[in-house]
Each structure stands twice: as structure tokens, then as C-alpha cells.
């Protein structure tokens, strides 16, 4: 039996990966900053916190993380750690930064110093690539627009350095946008979803967006963790671009969650420039040619599908 330590276990990615690896016969340890205050409401929804060990980890406190990994020696560990939203990262750069690059580099030096062999994934994202009207791939330069960017872009050129020099076995996922219902309600998917929901009700009667012409690629989350366990079991440590290879606006996600309640979205959705961001990605698309042939990775729900669930889910 592999175990496997994931930190972060609480978010959307971390709960579909820990059941993942649960139904694949994992000893599965999670961590959150505090697990004894964390509800683990993901985990509790999914019907699996009873079977995750839990324990608690600051990636930013590097005697939290190398106490742990002396203590337990996982055989692989998930780094989903850090704040994920771009939108608050212009809010809390510093606090950013130190959630995702600090406790990246004390990651990969608790490794380094007690010399372990466990396999690293680091959580990337498509944001590093800025504005791309073509698809990027791994070898498109960086080019982030955003605080959050920032961070995630130095985290993978971090870890790139450390497998170079130290032989270490980790490998980033470079993930586009990915949803499910486990998202939060600061994500603008998960408002749209809720804020559509309560319209049809009657129980609200207008939503308020920001800039709603930006387009994503977009994908399902639970196809994405299965990436992320193929990246990390893949023969040699490399990091993947993991996309849909398909790009759709803002707006045409509020057009079909409000179509699905019967609703014309022009007549309940107002602008507020004040929601805009300071500096935004008008656009992106990722190619994931590369997991597809060498790891045999595709993505089984596309954009109308994930729309499709996300409505669903919120309706029963």
C-alpha cells in the first residue's frame, strides 16, 4: 500500500484526489493548516473524511512540514497548498507569495535535507502564461498578470531547478481552469451558479459582475486530479499542460447556467467596473498534447457537460 500525503486535502482538488486515491487502494494522509478547527466539509460531502488520516501542516513553517515528512516518509505528496485565488492575490500579494512560492521552496528543501524519495506534484496553473489567443504548451514562456501568477510561475521554474540539481522526482501540473460544485462562492463560477439559482426562486433579482468578456479554457475537476496522479506516476519527472484545448467566454457560461432555469441572463446581470481587476487575462487556451500522447490523459466532460453538472448539482 503507497501512502500518499496531500496538502491542502480540504479544497475542491484535494478532496476528488484523496477519493481518487482512496478507490486506488492508497493510504491516504491529508493536511490543512489547522485540522482540528477544519470541518472538512469537502471530504465530509464526499463521503470519505472518516478514511483520510488528517494532521495539520504550514508549508510556510518549515518545522510543521519537516516534521511530518520525517514522521510518515510518504511515497508521494500532492502540493496543492497556497491561496487560490487570482482575484484576492492582488488583495494579499506578500500573503500569496508566501503560500505558494515559501512553502513550495520548504517543500522541496525538506526533501532535499532529509533526503527522501517520495515524488513531489506541484499544483501550477495556465494563469503563468498571461493573455494567449494560441494554445500554450509547456515550452510557451511565462508571462503572468498577477500576483498569483507570479507565485505559481516561480514555484514551477523552482521545482524544474531542484529536479535538475538535487535528482529530485517532481513534476508540475500546469492546470487551466477546472470546476465542480466544490468550488467556493468567492470563485465568480460558483456566484453565477448560487446567484441564478436564488433568481429563479425569486429569492434575489439581479447579479453583479465585472468584466464578463474574459474567456477560459475550462475543464472538469475530477478529470483533472486523475491528471495529476498520472503525471506523478508517469516514468520520468516532467511537467504537462492540462487543458480542454477549447476556449469560451464568461459570458457565454452565464448564458447557459441561466438558460438552464429558463432565464434570459441580460435581463438580471448589472456591471460594476469597482469588480473588475486591476490586470486580467482577456483570454487563454492550453494544449495538452503532450499528456495525451505520452500518459494517455483526455478530459471526459467538456464545456456544456461541466455547465451541465454544475447547474444539476446545485438544483438537488
Given at each position: 500500500m503507497k501512502n500518499a500525503l496531500i496538502i491542502g486535502v480540504s479544497g475542491q482538488d484535494g478532496s476528488y484526489l484523496a477519493k481518487l486515491l482512496l478507490d486506488?487502494?492508497?493510504?491516504?494522509?491529508?493536511?490543512s493548516r489547522d485540522h482540528e478547527v477544519n470541518g472538512f466539509k469537502n471530504l465530509s460531502r464526499l463521503d470519505i473524511r472518516e478514511r483520510v488520516e488528517l494532521l495539520s501542516i504550514d508549508t510556510s513553517d518549515f518545522r510543521s512540514l519537516i516534521t511530518a515528512l520525517t514522521k510518515y516518509s510518504p511515497d508521494e505528496?500532492?502540493?496543492?497548498?497556497?491561496?487560490?485565488?487570482?482575484?484576492?492575490?492582488?488583495?494579499?500579494?506578500?500573503?500569496?507569495?508566501?503560500?505558494i512560492l515559501i512553502g513550495t521552496m520548504n517543500l522541496l528543501e525538506c526533501i532535499r535535507v532529509l533526503g527522501l524519495q517520495s515524488r513531489i506534484y506541484n499544483a501550477g496553473s495556465?494563469?503563468?502564461?498571461?493573455?494567449s489567443s494560441l494554445p500554450s504548451t509547456e515550452i510557451t514562456p511565462h508571462r503572468p498578470l498577477s500576483p498569483y501568477a507570479i507565485a505559481k510561475?516561480?514555484?514551477t521554474q523552482a521545482l524544474s531547478n531542484y529536479r535538475d540539481a538535487y535528482g529530485i522526482f517532481c513534476c508540475t501540473g500546469i492546470l487551466f481552469n477546472h470546476e465542480s460544485p466544490l468550488r467556493p462562492i468567492r470563485f465568480v463560477?460558483?456566484?453565477?451558479?448560487?446567484?441564478?439559482?436564488?433568481?429563479?426562486?425569486?429569492?434575489?433579482?439581479?447579479?453583479i459582475l465585472g468584466n464578463i468578456n474574459?474567456?477560459?479554457d475550462w475543464g472538469w475537476a475530477p478529470d483533472y486530479v486523475e491528471a495529476m496522479w498520472l503525471i506523478l506516476n508517469s516514468p520520468e519527472p516532467r511537467d504537462f499542460v492540462v487543458a480542454t484545448g477549447e476556449q469560451h467566454s464568461l459570458r457565454e457560461y452565464i448564458e447557459l447556467v441561466f438558460q438552464r432555469h429558463g432565464l434570459e441572463w441580460s435581463k438580471y446581470v448589472v456591471y460594476d467596473k469597482d469588480?473588475?481587476?486591476?490586470l486580467d487575462i482577456q483570454g487563454n487556451i492550453g494544449d495538452s498534447s503532450l499528456i495525451k500522447s505520452?500518459?494517455?490523459w483526455y478530459p471526459t466532460v467538456d464545456f456544456h457537460g461541466m455547465v451541465r453538472r454544475l447547474v444539476e448539482e446545485q438544483l438537488y
Open positions: 486506488k487502494g492508497y493510504r491516504v494522509l491529508g493536511s505528496i500532492y502540493n496543492l497548498s497556497g491561496q487560490t485565488s487570482v482575484g484576492m492575490s492582488f488583495q494579499y500579494p506578500v500573503e500569496t507569495f508566501n503560500s495556465g494563469e503563468v502564461f498571461g493573455n510561475s516561480a514555484a463560477t460558483q456566484k453565477i451558479i448560487k446567484a441564478a439559482q436564488r433568481i429563479a426562486s425569486g429569492a434575489e433579482h439581479k447579479l474574459v474567456s477560459r469588480l473588475e481587476r486591476p505520452q500518459l494517455g
